[in-house]
């Protein structure tokens, strides 16, 4: 099997491996089992990212997203299912 690689100064060079070897190299390239790949880079890593999207925004024309609002459990527990935090899911009393 013949393997077309770039090296050095933009030459491409060719090199001729085994069927073993060719498949060697290729599962170098497969996670373990529960590994997960990370591909967040450029304007989404980690470094700046908040800053890199609101430059983004702005050269775009994009509305101002507002910050996130932290809203307490005991509001969402009343707000999805009615309850409230203090309710004695039996007899409906609030202690």
Known sequence: MIIK???QRGQ???MELGANEFIRRF???ILPK?????????YLSNRNRKA???EISYYL???Y???????PWHVRLLEKNNIWYNQCPHCQKCH
């Open 27 to 29: 599962e170098q390239h």
């Open 12 to 14: 491409v060079k060719e």
């Open 34 to 42: 529960y590994f997960t790949k990370i591909r967040s880079y450029g």
């Open 65 to 71: 997203h507002p910050a996130k609002v932290k809203v």
């Open 52 to 54: 890199n999207i609101e």
């Open 5 to 7: 690689t770039i090296q």
């Open 61 to 63: 024309n994009l509305p």
